[in-house]
């Protein structure tokens, strides 16, 4: 069963342009982490944000986590074509299994 | 440090076969997981190993079987495979830092006829 649901499932922008993906999972968690995936390869890891974090920042990402209302959201500023992908978040409840979300697909037109 | 392998990248079966997939974690991690990919039930944990033990283990069928051995080698064991396997297969590798970030393989691409 899916813990996170991502909103919205496609996403298509400039580049340029900023990308605002949304994250709503339902238990407490540990962490919120989000993945990128081209095109049917190995996930990799872009932010991990702990539950006692607000806001994280790692390059052209921002990543903000509201327990209260049990969601996160992923902000690339700046896009670019190379940003194309699916993005995936996942929570961390207990040690070794992470529960993904259905993933926002993302396109950057250049 | 070399990443996360995954051996074949590709595999065709047939129904009622069995099937062995193999992950090399990252050297010095001892936790590996195993999900599985496919466009309509999305990634799903099938189970996790950690220093030869499996922790943790998804909500599939007994077909499903993994180990580890004591070099954090990973593989994992579908049998008598079904249409609905066909399925991208990924192993992720953790280490100590206590956060489960999981550093992913490439995959393993199972198409079962």
């Known amino acids: 069963s899916q813990q996170g649901e991502e909103d919205p499932q496609a996403l298509s922008i400039q580049e340029g342009e900023n990308a605002t993906m949304n994250c709503s999972y339902k238990t407490s968690i540990n962490n919120l982490q989000w993945y990128r995936q081209n095109s049917g390869r190995g996930l990799v890891h872009l932010i991990l944000i702990r539950s006692n974090e607000r806001e994280k920042h790692s390059g052209r990402l921002r990543v903000t986590l509201d327990t209260s209302k049990k969601s996160s959201s992923l902000l690339i500023t700046a896009s670019r074509a190379a940003d194309t992908a699916s993005y995936f978040c996942?929570?961390?409840?207990?040690?070794?299994?992470?529960?993904f979300g259905q993933g926002t697909e993302l396109s950057v037109k250049p | 440090k070399a990443g996360v392998t995954q051996t074949p990248r590709y595999l065709i079966k047939t129904r009622g076969q069995q099937v062995t997939l193999s992950c090399s974690p990252i050297?010095?991690?001892?936790?590996v997981s195993w999900y599985q990919q496919t466009p309509g039930q999305g990634l799903q944990f099938l189970f996790e190993y950690f220093s030869e033990t499996q922790r943790n283990k998804g909500n599939f069928p007994g077909r499903f079987s993994g180990r580890q051995f004591s070099n954090s080698r990973s593989e994992m064991n579908v049998s008598t495979l079904e249409l609905g396997d066909s399925a991208l297969y990924l192993c992720a590798s953790s280490g100590t830092s206590g956060t489960n970030e999981q550093f992913f393989g490439p995959g393993t691409r199972l198409t079962v006829l």
């Open positions: 050297s010095g991690h001892r936790s």
């Open positions: 996942a929570t961390d409840m207990y040690e070794g299994k992470l529960i």
